[in-house]
Structures are given as C-alpha cells and as structure tokens.
T-cell receptor
Framework: EAGVTQFPSHSVIEKGQTVTLRCDPI?????LYWYRRVMGKEIKFLLH????????ESGMPNNRFLAERTGGTYSTLKVQPAELEDSGVYFC?????????????FGPGTRLTVT | AQSVAQPEDQVNVAEGNPLTVKCTYS??????LFWYVQYPNRGLQFLLK??????LVKGSYGFEAEFNKSQTSFHLKKPSALVSDSALYFC??????????????FGTGTRLKVLA
C-alpha cells in the first residue's frame, strides 16, 4: 500500500511569490490534515478535510493560505503571496476513520524556504 | 486547552544504554497519547499510542512508553539504545473538537543522539 506522498520535497521561493504544495493521501482515507513545523518549534495543525469538506481550518495562519481538496482525493495548499515567516516544513497526514483512535499517517513533508 | 511539553531539546545516550525521552501533557478528560519519530529526510512514523488499558505500551523498534496519570506523563523508553535510533521524536495528544473530529497537538520534539 502506498503511503502519503507530498510534492515537492523542497521549494525555495522569493518573498511575494506563490507556491502550491500537493498531498496525496493513502487511498480510501477520508481524513486529510495539514500541519506545519517552523524550525525548532512544535508541529502545528493547520486544517482538516473530511473528503472534500473543510472540517476545521482554525490553524490556518491567515488568508494568504488556501487549501483545497477537490473530489476528496489529493489536496493542495497554496501560499500567496509568500512571506519570510512561512518558511518551514509542511506535513500532510491522512487517516481512515472520523471517530478515530487510529494513528494518522504522515507524508515526508515539503520543506518551504522563503527568501 | 490541550497541550504537550517535551522539556528536553536533545538527549544523548551511549549505545547499549537505556534511553528515556520525556513528555508531559495537559488535557481535559481521558488522554489519547502518541509518539512519532522522524528520521532524516523522512516523514513522521508512528511508534506507539496509549488509548486505554495497560499503562505500559509497547510499540515499534523495541520502544515502549509508560502512561502515568498522576504525573501526567508519557515518557518514551527503550532498554538498550541503538545508533540507528538517532532521530527526532515527537509526543502528541489527540484533541477532540466539538464537531466530534480530531486533530493532533504536538510537542516541540526531542532530538535523540545515540553515541557509538
């Protein structure tokens, strides 16, 4: 079974540019999560999809961040325009059940560097 | 609000010695606790979880964790460390929202360095 995949693995952009991160969850997982880790800090929740619906986007930093999950399969996270403080590692995770005692399965992350 | 604390940024241990990576939590209600590990250039990998039952939970790669309700701790342990255990370890608690769905709240991570 393929795991959670993320693309790209690393992105370096200039302040003011736009970047789009992609996450492909494990097939059949309705729940998809985005997290971010800024260097040396904790991994912070950004948002949660159940299928194509945003269940919770309370962790999104501001309106420069836009997440979509069309068709309930893969998800994209767009940052426009990027700022220096957006640098960090963006993780995607998926899980199988809504009322879950099951663990979330994480992708390898996308390291975003904004210069 | 739910929270998790990992008081040590880094833990150094000699190969073959026992290791402990500390985690304390603050939750309302019963805690659902997790440990994840991140190896270099890899994603987070699930190690173990505590939901209910025995306070000593066994997980992958020979790791175990002890749930201590009175001390609100969930320390990760291994009897004999390997150099290959060197990685970044994250403790997490599951936060249940009013909608009935869940998210993780993570600690800041502890870098474990096992010295040969």
């Amino acid at each position: 079974e393929a795991g959670v995949t993320q693309f790209p693995s690393h992105s370096v952009i200039e302040k003011g540019q736009t970047v789009t991160l992609r996450c492909d969850p494990i097939s059949g997982h309705d729940n998809l999560y985005w997290y971010r880790r800024v260097m040396g800090k904790e991994i912070k929740f950004l948002l949660h999809f159940v299928k194509e619906s945003k269940q919770d986007e309370s962790g999104m930093p501001n309106n420069r961040f836009l997440a979509e999950r069309t068709g309930g399969t893969y998800s994209t996270l767009k940052v426009q325009p990027a700022e220096l403080e957006d640098s960090g590692v963006y993780f995607c995770a998926s899980s199988q059940e809504r009322v879950a005692s099951y663990e979330q399965y994480f992708g390898p992350g996308t390291r975003l560097t904004v210069t | 609000a739910q929270s998790v604390a990992q008081p040590e940024d880094q833990v150094n241990v000699a190969e073959g010695n026992p290791l402990t990576v500390k985690c304390t939590y603050s939750v309302s209600g019963n805690p659902y606790l997790f440990w994840y590990v991140q190896y270099p250039n890899r994603g987070l990998q699930f190690l173990l979880k505590y939901i209910t039952g025995d306070n000593l939970v066994k997980g992958s790669y020979g790791f175990e964790a002890e749930f201590n309700k009175s001390q609100t701790s969930f320390h990760l342990k291994k009897p004999s460390a390997l150099v290959s255990d060197s990685a970044l370890y994250f403790c997490a608690v599951r936060d249940r929202r009013e909608s009935g769905t869940y998210k993780y709240i993570f600690g800041t991570g502890t870098r474990l360095k096992v010295l040969a």
